[in-house]
């Protein structure tokens, strides 16, 4: 679709490839969101990202403490803008082609399950269709 002008650095391969010590406490997952070259940037037909909108929401509800969230410049895979990576000790997931805010506000809702149920809680149903496959 569009190219990405910015080279990827593949910190998310090496960070998964990364073993805790034992003792240590279970990976908090993080939410990585795309705002980058291509990921909200309505210029090029892509829905601007809510990302002021969902770090009130997540101060508002106390997220950070369960769930990290990161607004991002680009993540590598440009041609699924807008793509948003959620990192849990069961792996990565990558989701892209978001195309609504209610996917953002569905993000937010996943993370306050976290924070009730714990960080085994599965993504959404409506969260997994968008899953993809990075080349
Ligand atoms: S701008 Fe490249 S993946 Fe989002």
């Given at each position: 679709m569009f190219g990405c002008p910015l080279t990827p650095t593949n910190t998310f391969a090496r960070a998964s490839e990364t073993t805790l010590p034992s003792g240590s406490e279970p990976m908090k997952p993080t939410v990585n969101i795309c705002d980058g070259c291509c990921c909200g940037r309505v210029n090029k037909s892509n829905l601007a990202v809510p990302k002021d909108e969902l770090k009130t929401l997540w101060r508002e509800h106390e997220l950070s403490k369960h769930v990290n969230l990161r607004v991002t410049?680009?993540?590598?895979?440009?041609?699924?803008?807008?793509v948003t990576l959620v990192s849990t000790k069961e792996g990565r997931t990558w989701l892209g082609g978001?195309?609504?805010?209610d996917h953002y506000h569905t993000l937010v809702d996943w993370a306050q399950n976290i924070a009730v149920n714990?960080?085994?809680h599965p993504l959404p149903d409506s969260l997994l269709a968008l899953e993809f496959t990075p080349d």
């Open positions: 410049s680009c993540l590598g895979p440009c041609s699924h803008a807008n978001i195309a609504s805010e714990g960080p085994n």
